[in-house]
């Protein structure tokens, strides 16, 4: 049993089978949620490690709720655990739901059950229907005020999503339609660089693991035309500005944006956990395609920093009531991500976040493609 695994088991709410986000948090508004990313990821988690009857329990909360409607509460960014409501005033996000959707897929794939694969792709199919689009790509929800803004991070998540629905479905019209869907926001993705959102030029470290996690066969067919050394050159340059950009100095951490955000957000630099394993899967996905084109050299330095920022990680742990869990950040005090965001958790507060992208990175599992790492 791994040994992360305990942790999630015991906070599993008996009865709603959902499990909050900052089980151990002071905050008042934080106690008793659970955001649908951390559910969707704890989903995969559980399904990975096999124990499919408690993934279940988060898996049926998504299939049997409706689809989203302007002005409801189904589909929600956070739920109360105990009442498995809505929690938060937040709304909707394509992110959240695109994380629903591989969930639901796996859990198809593991149980062999279709109707999870029909939520999924009734869900897609509402974000490519109702979502407005905007040069390829998709604003983040459908009211005020995610329907004027556009996340980079919440577009990756949306066609990592349709990247793996799409070979799953029989060949015909449906496919197609997704096929067409998921060049589109891979067009438009490849437009915005590094920024955070659409005429947003804030660096945001999960925008630069996003691209490398979705995968370098995905770059390879779908931005690169076949062309392997071009492909090459570009995550070279991505994975050496994602380093130089958001690497905490004298750590082997990754903070959620660079030096000069976290200087307007008036705050000194920290090792955001979960992206710091996110870092450290990248890297170790890359490496052996890297190595395969030739450079030797430079996936060999990969692979050493994926496993300093991995073991960085783990030297965070907290015992808890007699099991293991990952805090959100390193810092010792709650600090803002952005000059314009959220306030990010400390080290004494243990997290979904950070538990499931370690166990994710001390499996070697890639969640956004499902596919193991290879040593």
């Known amino acids: 049993m791994h040994p992360l695994y305990p942790y999630l088991h015991k906070l599993q709410h008996p009865h ?60 929600n960014t956070a739920y109360n655990v105990y009442r498995r409501a809505p929690a938060l005033d937040e709304g909707m996000q394509v992110g959240p ?22 939520k999924a792709v009734l869900l897609l199919d509402w974000i490519r229907r109702q979502v407005p689009h905007f040069q390829g790509g998709l604003v983040m929800g459908i009211e005020d005020p995610w329907s004027s803004r556009m996340s980079v991070e919440n577009n990756w998540a949306y066609y990592a999503a349709l990247h793996v ?26 437009r915005q660089g590094g920024n955070r959102g659409q005429e947003d030029p804030v660096k945001a470290l999960d925008v630069y693991t996003s691209a490398l996690l ?11 035309g076949n062309d392997a050394r071009a492909l090459a050159a570009w995550a070279k340059t991505w994975i050496g500005e ?41 890297l170790r996905l890359w490496a052996p395609w890297l190595r395969a084109m030739g450079d030797t050299v430079f996936a060999d330095d990969m692979e050493q920093v994926a496993a300093a920022a991995h073991e960085h990680v783990i030297s965070h742990c907290l015992t808890i009531r007699g099991t293991i869990a990952i805090p ?7 600090i803002r991500t952005f000059a314009d965001g959220w306030v990010a958790r400390p080290e004494n507060e243990p997290a979904l976040n950070g538990t499931t992208w370690a166990y994710f990175s001390d499996v070697g599992f890639n969640p956004y493609t499902g596919t193991l790492l290879r040593s």
């Open 242 to 282: 994602m380093l130089a950009l958001f690497r905490v100095p004298g750590t082997a951490a990754f903070d959620y944006a660079d030096a000069k955000e976290a200087q307007r957000a008036d705050r000194p630099r920290v090792g955001w956990l979960e992206g710091t394993e996110q870092v450290s899967i990248a």
């Open 165 to 190: 629905l799409c070979p799953l479905l029989p060949h015909g019209r449906l496919r197609e339609v997704f096929h067409r869907e998921e060049l589109s926001v891979r067009a438009w993705l490849a």
């Open 16 to 75: 709603s089978g959902l499990i909050e986000s900052f089980p151990l948090t002071p905050v008042d508004y934080l106690q008793r949620v659970g955001f649908t990313y951390d559910l969707s990821l704890t989903a995969l988690v559980l399904i990975h490690h096999g124990s499919l009857e408690e993934a279940s329990r988060i898996i049926e909360f998504f299939r049997s709720m409706p689809l989203p409607v302007e002005g409801g509460w189904n589909f």
């Open 214 to 224: 979705v995968g370098p066969e995905a770059h390879l067919v779908q931005a690169f």
């Open 328 to 334: 959100n950040t390193d810092s010792r005090q709650p």
């Open 97 to 118: 739901i695109a994380w629903s959707a591989l969930a639901l897929i796996r859990y198809s794939e593991s149980t062999g059950q279709l109707l999870y694969r029909h």
